[in-house]
């Protein structure tokens, strides 16, 4: 792998990863109303969600998702109704007087919550096999090793990028106790999630 394409990687990697996107509105909006352990959760499975798109994009598996619309549309349904269901969730939390959620979500659950958003997005894998490939020199490993060595730094930056948004946002949970900015907060974490459903459920390729 040449050094200068690897440092164009990286910076496109954090120039992508730090734009305004439903990513990190959701990292944030979960880490202000629930904390920032949660936010951070949520982050890793956000973050190992690209491992299973670089893999797919590396074997060859992106190539079915992209010329197969009965596989696209499958995956898409999936992802669409699985945003619902988070938001249908997310409507039943409550807050309590320290402004915690009184049915709390393990770290796990988290983890696999924000795992499942990423990986039944189809779109996310047309991304990958759209932008890896840029950074693949004919030099050095094969084309299957650079894919899964670039997936992997992109995994790692947006793990950081993610755990810093809800690092600060966190801290906003302790200052704010107020009843009205909490429902606010829920309320667009539902209308976020509402919205990507939708926008997956009329995605096309």
């Known amino acids: 792998m040449e050094l200068n394409l690897l440092i164009s990687f990286i910076g496109a990697s954090i120039i992508l990863a730090i734009?305004?996107?439903?990513?990190?509105?959701?990292?944030l909006t979960e880490s202000i109303t629930n904390g920032k352990k949660n936010g951070i959760?949520?982050?890793?499975?956000?973050?190992?969600?690209?491992?299973?798109?670089?893999?797919?994009?590396?074997?060859?598996?992106?190539?079915?998702?992209?010329?197969?619309?009965?596989?696209?549309?499958?995956?898409?349904?999936?992802?669409?109704?699985?945003?619902?269901?988070?938001?249908?969730?997310?409507?039943?939390?409550?807050k309590t007087s320290s402004n915690i959620i009184s049915n709390k979500i393990s770290p796990i659950k988290l983890i696999k919550k924000g795992f499942l958003m990423n990986v039944l997005n189809p779109k996310v894998s047309l991304f990958f096999i759209a932008l890896l490939p840029q950074f693949i020199t004919k030099n050095g490993f094969n084309f299957t090793i650079q894919m899964i060595i670039l997936g992997f730094i992109f995994m790692c930056i947006s793990f950081l990028l993610f755990s810093g948004i809800a690092n600060l946002s966190g801290r906003i949970n302790k200052y704010i106790n107020n009843s009205r900015f909490w429902e606010i907060t829920k309320w667009g974490k539902v209308s976020v999630l509402g919205i990507l459903g939708f926008i997956l459920l009329f995605a096309k390729k």
């Open 19 to 27: 734009m305004p996107g439903p990513d990190n509105i959701l990292v």
């Open 41 to 94: 959760a949520l982050s890793a499975g956000l973050s190992l969600g690209v491992m299973v798109h670089t893999i797919a994009a590396a074997t060859g598996v992106s190539l079915i998702i992209q010329t197969s619309a009965i596989a696209f549309s499958i995956i898409k349904y999936f992802g669409a109704l699985y945003l619902f269901y988070i938001a249908f969730i997310t409507i039943k939390e409550k």
